[in-house]
């Protein structure tokens, strides 16, 4: 390890590339040449990255990834204990961000062992930069829940956040989360689709929910997405007439909301009852 490093046992959290190998920085490649035990998500990919940034790995390599993380960390800790300097490596970005690493941080912050990093890339932040939203204040809520109604229920908690808000999706959730965060949070609210950032086909998609559900729907986006939604406008908003609520039920129900979520989340849109809005679909 570099000469300013502590000796004795660490546990050091290595930013690695989200795409580009020309983002590796000189602290990372120092790590992976010189960590005694490498606690890798995919110990193939992290075989391909040291192979391109022309680094000799001498330590020992384990996987460590979201499954096997709980039986794993002990180890860990164990390898500390002998004086081992563990490094841990994700498929790209933080370590610990809606990746491995919590866990092991948490471990090794309770047994007493000193935790730092050689920080790196973040898909959060990149997509926050290149979305052209507010950026000066953020919120990162990671994955949205699998199940369609718990999503649902998340996004009504989250419709009001004035804050920019920053998700992680997989490419074959992706249309039915921005189906919902257009009904839930409205059709026109601004937002920014980031896939595959830094890599040979990166593609911003700037727009409404609205149209990024439709665009979603019609060309599918593949790799790794990140998301950026504007946060919810400052101040009560003003209360639309009847017709107006009934039309703007309408449409989030067209959108592929349900008669009971559509009336929900203009409820919540406009600070209303929803008996209130029930009552005028209904009347």
């Known amino acids: 390890m570099p000469d300013d490093e502590e000796a004795g046992g660490r546990v050091i959290l290595v930013g690695a590339p989200l795409g580009n190998t020309g983002d590796a920085s000189t602290r ?7 960590a005694d035990v ?9 075989g391909r990255l040291a192979r391109d940034l022309d680094v000799t790995v001498r330590g020992r390599i384990v996987s460590y990834f979201e499954g096997n993380d709980e039986r794993r960390t002990p180890e860990l800790v164990e ?11 994700t498929d790209g970005g933080m370590p610990s961000v809606s990746d491995p690493g919590f866990r092991l941080v948490r471990a ?27 950026s000066d204040r953020f919120v990162f809520e990671g994955f949205l829940p699998r199940s369609g109604s718990n999503r649902r229920s998340r996004l009504r908690e989250l419709a ?18 921005l189906e919902d965060l257009a009904a839930i949070f409205g059709a026109d609210r601004p937002a920014a689709l980031c896939r595959e950032l830094t890599k040979t086909y990166e593609e911003i998609r700037r727009d ?34 009847d017709d107006e609520l009934r039309a703007e039920v309408a449409r989030r129900e067209a959108a592929g909301a349900s008669r009971r979520d559509a009336i929900q989340s203009v409820a919540d849109a406009y600070q209303l009852r929803k008996r209130d ?5 209904h009347h």
């Open 28 to 34: 990372l490649r120092e790590v992976l040449a010189s």
């Open 38 to 46: 490498i606690a890798a998500e995919d110990t193939r990919r992290l």
């Open 79 to 89: 390898a500390l204990r002998d004086g081992s300097v563990v490094a841990v490596v």
């Open 108 to 134: 090794a912050l309770d047994a007493g062992f000193p935790v730092t990093s050689a920080p790196g890339p973040s898909a959060v932040t990149t997509a926050l930069a290149l979305s052209g939203l507010p």
């Open 160 to 177: 009001a956040e004035p804050r920019t808000l920053v998700f992680f999706e997989a490419p074959h959730r992706i249309g039915g989360a």
């Open 208 to 241: 409404t929910l609205a149209e990024l559900a439709a665009n979603a729907a019609a060309d599918p986006p593949r790799g790794e997405i990140t998301l950026v939604v504007a946060g919810a406008p400052a101040g009560p908003p003003e209360r639309p007439g």
């Open 277 to 281: 809005v029930y009552a005028l679909i």
